[in-house]
């Protein structure tokens, strides 16, 4: 079965720390994709980044860096220097077979990231 | 500029009644999604449809109905058969089966 889980309910943090969220998926397809999104209080998803099976590269986007391990089957997220911006609610999700017929997305419950000043 | 406009931004159900949320993208989108979020459980699958005239069923669609007669529009009725509407319901479009999606602002509804 497919499935995500952000064990992480919240995490406060004060600025400028470095904080991780955490992202371990299960599935048993051999290729997939894998999401962050950001939720701010505003509601809308905005997309972070999409990294398929075959790629596990770290990935580094300014303060932003992804460690996906398939060996642990984990794809965390790094925030560098947290900034007030950042507080929101993190998702990580799952798309199975590059999308497929469906490009259904399993998201976890997400991570409530506070950043305090 | 492009994107997905959902609307209402919010919207109040009367016992018994019908609503309907509106989803439109001018993305040249070919599927289009609805998601239903509630308070700590994630996002889950309603409907969706890859193009017009054709949608699926997601994981929870008891109590929801669609339509796709655009391209552009993909709206969502929740029906009096839906008995827990309260949550954020949220429109996301992709341009392929294999693209990204992207979201709608959402919608919040709530119960009279």
């Known amino acids: 079965a497919q499935k995500v889980t952000q064990a992480q309910t919240e995490i406060s943090v004060v600025e400028k720390e470095d904080v991780t969220l955490d992202c371990v998926y299960e599935t048993r397809d051999t290729t997939y994709y894998l999401f962050w999104y950001k939720q701010p209080p505003s509601g809308e998803l905005v997309f972070l980044i999409r990294r398929n099976s075959f790629d596990e590269q770290n990935e580094i986007s300014g303060r932003y860096s992804w460690n996906f391990q398939k060996s642990t089957s984990s794809f965390n997220f790094t925030i560098t220097a947290s900034q007030v911006v950042d507080s929101a609610v993190y998702f990580c999700a799952l798309s199975e077979g590059y999308g497929g017929a469906t490009n259904k997305l399993i998201f976890g419950t997400g991570t409530l990231l506070a950043v305090q000043p | 500029d492009g994107g997905i406009t959902q609307s209402p931004k919010y919207l109040f159900r009367k016992e018994g009644q019908n609503v309907t949320l509106s989803c439109e993208q001018n993305l040249n989108h070919d599927a289009m999604y609805w998601y239903r979020q509630d308070p700590g459980q994630g996002l889950r699958l309603i409907y969706y449809?890859?193009?017009?005239?054709?949608?699926q069923k997601g994981d929870i669609a008891e109590g929801y109905s669609v339509s796709r007669e655009k391209k552009e529009s993909f709206p969502l009725t929740v029906t009096s058969a839906q008995k827990n509407p309260t949550a954020f319901y949220l429109c996301?479009?992709?341009?392929?089966?294999?693209?990204?999606?992207?979201f709608g602002a959402g919608t919040r509804l709530s119960v009279l």
């Open positions: 996301a479009s992709t341009r392929s089966g294999r693209g990204i999606q992207y």
């Open positions: 449809s890859q193009i017009v005239n054709d949608f």
